[in-house]
């Protein structure tokens, strides 16, 4: 280890060793730890879901004195169904859920990944004859869900007004299910996008080829309801940043993935509104 390696390594553990301190500081000053409930969307299966963001949250509580639990959705509906219910203290979002959350409930984005966008890619196998949209008419197309962001509303919004695709939907849960129906053969392409596209397995992967790419959005969104105190949530944002400029925080955070973790507000996701993807969510 060099002598920056080793200065790097001293500045990191003070900073562990100081929110540590501070946190103690606020519980034994009296105010009494709490446990709030985390939602995920559903990209992948419960057990994937778990292994990303259970080390994350037992990180987070160790930084704000506070508890942090996963609250598991059998599916992407069921997720939709309960941030309208108000049901996740914290919830990490598409951000069209973000804007339908903040009018059903006044959740707010408080973090985002500031290193990538969001958009969505059309995927066909890579041994099949499909070479544009247009090979696709009257084709089968899998979708995680329909109110998906990237891979089923951003996707379906253009296969219809810039393409005019007539093509038959199916929606199969999560958008690891939308690849493997591609990859088994028994559908003719799928709806997915970049971050998830590229967390299959390479045998799975490297058998999918993209034939279409969709407009770029700032990506998902971790929000938070308003019933959370305020300062509570600041020192969550806070914790989150700080976790990033340590090499095993930030290990943890490209997991889900976050790139580069920055503040966020609701003005960075008005842009989603000009897309008018209302016309394509699907009320449950």
């Given at each position: 280890m060099t002598r920056s390696d080793a200065g790097r390594a001293g500045l990191h553990a003070a900073r562990r060793g100081l929110a540590a301190a501070l946190a103690l500081l606020t519980l034994s000053g009296g105010a009494a730890a709490e446990t709030f409930g985390v939602g995920v969307v559903p990209q992948?299966?419960?057990?994937?879901?778990?292994?990303?963001?259970?080390?994350?949250?037992?990180?987070?509580?160790?930084?704000?004195?506070?508890?942090?639990?996963?609250?598991?959705?059998?599916?992407?509906?069921?997720?939709?169904?309960?941030?309208?219910?108000?049901?996740?203290?914290?919830?990490?979002?598409?951000?069209?859920?973000?804007?339908?959350?903040?009018?059903?409930?006044?959740?707010?984005?408080?973090?985002?990944?500031?290193?990538?966008?969001?958009?969505?890619?059309?995927?066909?196998?890579?041994?099949?004859?499909?070479?544009?949209v247009g090979d696709l008419e009257g084709k089968t197309i899998a979708f995680p869900s329909p109110n998906a962001l990237g891979a089923a509303l951003l996707m379906r919004a253009d296969l219809d007004r810039v393409h005019g695709l007539d093509y038959q939907a199916e929606y199969v849960s999560t958008h690891s299910s939308a690849y493997l129906n591609v990859a088994l053969g028994v559908m003719d392409a799928a709806g997915g996008v970049m971050a998830t596209l590229n967390r299959l397995e390479p045998e799975i992967r490297d058998g999918l080829r993209i034939i279409y790419e969709t407009s770029k959005l700032p990506p998902h969104p971790v929000v938070v309801h308003?019933?959370?105190?305020?300062?509570?949530?600041?020192?969550?944002?806070a914790a989150f940043l700080d976790m990033a400029e340590t090499p095993q925080g930030q290990a943890l955070l490209e997991r889900v993935p976050f790139r580069d973790i920055i503040a966020a507000t609701a003005d960075d996701y008005e842009v989603l509104r000009t897309f008018r993807l209302q016309d394509y969510w699907v009320e449950h």
């Open positions: 992948f299966e419960p057990r994937m879901l778990s292994e990303i963001w259970s080390p994350i949250l037992e990180e987070l509580g160790e930084r704000t004195g506070h508890e942090f639990v996963l609250v598991g959705s059998p599916d992407i509906a069921g997720f939709e169904q309960s941030f309208i219910e108000g049901a996740f203290d914290f919830a990490y979002m598409n951000p069209y859920h973000g804007l339908k959350a903040a009018e059903a409930q006044g959740y707010a984005p408080i973090l985002r990944d500031g290193g990538r966008s969001l958009f969505g890619v059309l995927v066909v196998a890579e041994a099949s004859e499909y070479r544009s308003p019933r959370v105190d305020a300062e509570i949530a600041a020192n969550v944002q």
